[in-house]
């Protein structure tokens, strides 16, 4: 089965909104978790990540949640823009091993 | 930032041909991987190499599947002979010193196998 899923495909957002994607995962193991960003036809670009020891991380306008408990963790964007518009993978790992990525969610901010 | 690139970013073979998919890391990076992205799901970990060898692979790498990294130059993905089912987004990675952190990923290179 899938260890890590993005539940949304996709996600519509009105610029200045709150942009909120979330991420599960099954692996109890896991201890780094990460977004990636990524445009058509380019690579991926981690965005922010955090480990375990930490239940939340800011950069910016961007804040990654991370709740162990529920194995859950999501990423905000505030004052969302339209050059936000990107496909959002949440990845994680165990230790420096391998990451598994989400199917990805589509986000799109509307001007 | 640092640029992993992958050349060609497109590529269309025979069922049964040979196919090699180069990936030119960035220059001061130790750990390779790939990653292999069928149409419409995820990203999903082919293999990992540090120091010349393969550290994990996993169960999607068959057998037809090899890499290596000769001194200098392209880390490279074979596939000999190629699947219908190979058809995919191939994605190069590279990294520093092999943490999760510090992971750098190419554009992809979409091959179809016919």
């Known amino acids: 089965g899938q260890q890590v899923k993005q539940s949304s495909p996709s996600l519509t957002v009105q610029e200045g909104g709150i942009s909120i994607l979330n991420c599960d995962y099954e692996n109890d193991m896991f201890d780094y978790f990460a977004w990636y960003k990524k445009y058509p036809d380019n690579s991926p670009t981690l965005l922010i990540s955090?480990?375990?020891?930490?239940d939340k991380r800011e950069d910016g306008r961007l804040t990654v949640f991370l709740n162990k408990s529920g194995k859950h963790f999501s990423l905000h964007i505030t004052a969302s823009q339209p050059e936000d518009t990107a496909v959002y993978l949440c990845a994680a790992g165990e230790g420096n091993e391998k990451i598994t990525f989400g199917a990805g969610t589509k986000l799109t901010i509307k001007p | 930032g640092p640029k992993v690139l992958q050349i060609p970013s497109h590529q269309i073979i025979d069922m049964g041909q040979m196919v090699t998919l180069n990936c030119d890391p960035v220059s001061n990076h130790l750990y390779f991987y790939w990653y292999k992205q069928i149409l419409g799901q995820q990203m999903e970990f082919l293999v990992n190499?540090?120091?010349?060898?393969?550290?994990?692979k996993s169960k999607l790498f068959k057998d037809q599947f090899s890499v290596e990294r000769p001194d200098g130059s392209y880390f490279t993905l074979k596939i000999q002979p190629t699947a219908l089912e190979d058809s995919a987004v191939y994605f190069c990675?590279?990294?520093?010193?092999?943490?999760?952190?510090?992971?750098?990923f190419g554009s992809g290179t979409r091959l179809t196998v016919l």
């Open positions: 990675a590279s990294s520093p010193l092999g943490s999760a952190e510090t992971l750098y």
């Open positions: 190499f540090y120091n010349g060898k393969v550290m994990e």
């Open positions: 955090v480990r375990s020891n930490v």
